[in-house]
């Protein structure tokens, strides 16, 4: 008899249950949400080291220029506070014995600059940085102030808030500073500071001379130097950016200039105005004497700072009765800003990468 033989196959299997379905969303649930924090702590990080080799690269290309050329240059650090980015512009020395007179330094402070000697002008065919976004520079001053000037801008309302103020009631704190380059710094969120508020071009002067920032400068021998030692008062009022000069009409270079090339005029402005005029960005600088590279995201989770920007000692006389300046109050910080700064100090301190320079030879050392 014939049998008839029936071949099966590899079992077949149904289909996932729903709770095998389940457990399946939930390990990848759980592996997105493990590997996400990770994934962006290695960007973080990334752009940190990326942050650090820019900044050191930077300075040592400058302070080869200035070797190679004899002439003294240095990196201005600069931060664009609605953009929320950070460049470092390479600059050389333009000009000596610059005139800095101005008739008037702000509403509250009709004094005149004393004559200078330095104007630091960015160097040609450099492109300027951009630091990776989320990360920035902080730098610490040389200690310039002394029992004529305790507070640098008490006297000139016109630089760094508070170069040292007390804490404590005794002792004395040499902050840690941002740039403050960008005039909108200093005013309402949306105002422009060249532009009145019903779009006719109306300087807003007080908050433009309140720009300010600092720098790093490097000798023909590739020392670096302070501002003391390039002829800067003691309120370091006379080193400053210069632009390149602007004409008034942009597409035709032959016309006027309305930026005086040996002037500090950051508020100048072409007569009659353009549709669109292009501002002059001049700042007061400041030498610094060490730098410290900053991730934004892990400095405000350590202090509560988000807007460093923003900050501005007790002290600080730099339009303090303005009614719309942007800087952060007391309600706002939750603390004074005295304390906060020096929250953030100590902060800077233990966990940035600081960069400080050997004073002969102007090296670069590294501190983690």
């Not at 004899?70 to 664009?80: E, N, T």
């Not at 005029?277 to 934004?296: F, W």
Request: charged share 20%.
């Amino acid at each position: 008899m014939k049998r008839t033989h029936t071949f099966r196959g590899a079992a077949s299997r149904g289909a996932f249950t729903l709770i095998e379905l389940m457990v399946v969303v939930a390990i990848m649930l759980i592996l997105i949400i493990v590997t996400v924090p990770a994934v962006g702590r290695i960007i973080e990080s990334a752009n940190y080291s990326a942050a650090v080799n820019a900044v050191r690269g930077t300075l040592g290309n400058a302070r080869t220029k200035a070797m190679q050329t004899g002439k003294p240059a240095g990196v201005v650090f600069l931060f664009d506070i609605e953009k929320r980015t950070y460049t470092l512009l390479t600059v050389q020395q333009h000009a000596t014995a610059v005139t800095l007179s101005k008739e008037r330094l702000s509403s509250t402070n009709a004094a005149t600059m004393t004559s200078g000697q330095w104007a630091l002008r960015p160097m040609d065919n450099i492109t300027p940085v951009q630091l990776p976004k989320g990360t920035a520079v902080f730098g610490l001053s040389f200690n310039i102030a002394d029992e004529d000037a305790p507070m640098i801008d008490t006297d000139t309302f016109a630089w760094y808030a508070g170069n040292m103020f007390s804490v404590g009631g005794s002792a004395d704190l040499t902050p840690w500073l941002f740039p403050r380059n960008d005039p909108r710094v200093f005013l309402r969120q949306g105002q422009d500071p060249w532009r009145d508020d019903d779009g006719s071009l109306d300087v807003q002067e007080d908050a433009v001379r309140h720009a300010n920032s600092f720098c790093i400068v490097f000798n023909e021998n590739g020392s670096i130097v302070d501002s003391a030692s390039i002829g800067a008062s003691p309120n370091n009022q006379d080193l400053y950016l210069e632009f390149t000069d602007l004409p008034y009409d942009l597409d035709d270079p032959d016309k006027e200039v309305y930026d005086d090339p040996i002037r500090f005029d950051p508020e100048a402005s072409p007569s009659p105005a353009p549709v669109n005029p292009t501002t002059n960005p001049e700042v007061l600088l400041r030498t610094v004497s060490q730098l410290a590279v900053i991730d934004l995201t892990r400095l405000a989770d350590g202090t509560g700072v988000e807007l460093p920007w923003l900050l501005r000692p007790d002290s600080s006389q730099a339009l303090k009765n303005a009614p719309n300046t942007r800087f952060l109050t007391n309600a706002e910080l939750g603390d004074t800003p005295n304390n906060t700064i020096q929250r953030m100090n100590d902060w800077i301190t233990r966990n940035a990468e600081v960069l400080a320079f050997n004073r002969y030879t102007g090296e670069t050392t590294r501190r983690q």
